[in-house]
């Protein structure tokens, strides 16, 4: 089974500055990936970033990387330059091929955009 | 930019009382979720659907779900006999095929059972 684990319920940053999110991994599959969501007050969930555990880079889509470290199990979202729009609910997720493709969550973190 | 669309995007309801919420998967995705949040909790797994049957399913899905694609297009989950514990927002994704690819999620039904 898969877990994931997010240790920071809440983050601050400022406006323009750049924040990292936690998140660990727990999974006996030697293929998985990883993935992160942004859930705004809205309510919907919309893909960030995907990291698969065989890529050899790290993961980046525009503002957001994905700082993966396979032996230490973490894949961190880091988000450069934060808007104020990045204000969200940011959840980690995984799955591996030997699971259906079910993803697994992790609990979340609230990141506060300070202007 | 396509998008996964559900109807409705809230629901009322009784206890005890049925409930189909819908799902418009991308159109060439092969691949069909369901997931729900309860109010202030993680996103928690609930059914696959690959090949018009069930892949996998949770311990949450018991006998008062089920899910089909009765047209080709639409997706549903259907709960019997719903519960005060059903209250939650019930997320479809879909994915292009199976593997370690991402899954685009749609923009929720909430759920309120009363």
């Known amino acids: 089974a898969q877990k994931i684990t997010q240790t920071q319920p809440g983050m601050f940053v400022q406006e323009k500055e750049a924040v990292t999110l936690d998140c660990t991994y727990d999974?006996?599959?030697?293929?998985?990936?990883l993935f992160w969501y942004k859930q705004p007050s809205s309510g919907e969930m919309i893909f960030l970033i995907y990291?698969?555990?065989?890529?050899?880079q790290n993961a980046t889509e525009g503002r957001y990387s994905l700082n993966f470290q396979k032996a230490r199990k973490s894949a961190n979202l880091v988000i450069s330059a934060s808007q104020l729009g990045d204000s969200a609910m940011y959840f980690c997720?995984?799955?591996?091929?030997?699971?259906?493709?079910?993803?697994?969550f992790g609990k979340g973190t609230l990141l506060t955009v300070n202007p | 930019e396509p998008e996964v669309t559900q109807t409705p995007s809230h629901q009322v309801t009784q206890m005890g009382q049925e409930v189909i919420l819908r799902c418009v998967p991308i159109?060439?995705?092969?691949?069909f979720y369901w997931y729900r949040q309860i109010l202030g909790q993680k996103v928690e797994f609930l059914v696959s659907?690959?090949?018009?049957?069930?892949?996998?399913k949770s311990e949450i899905f018991d006998d008062q779900f089920s899910v089909e694609r009765p047209d080709g297009s639409n997706f549903t989950l259907k709960i019997r006999s719903t519960k005060l514990e059903d209250s939650a927002m019930y997320f479809c994704?879909?994915?292009?095929?199976?593997?370690?690819?991402?899954?685009?999620f749609g923009p929720g039904t909430r759920l309120t059972v009363l």
């Open positions: 994704a879909t994915s292009l095929r199976g593997g370690l690819i991402e899954q685009f």
């Open positions: 999974t006996s599959d030697p293929s998985y990936g």
């Open positions: 990291q698969g555990s065989y890529d050899q």
């Open positions: 997720a995984t799955h591996s091929g030997g699971s259906n493709y079910k993803l697994t």
């Open positions: 159109s060439n995705h092969l691949y």
């Open positions: 659907f690959y090949n018009n049957e069930i892949s996998e």
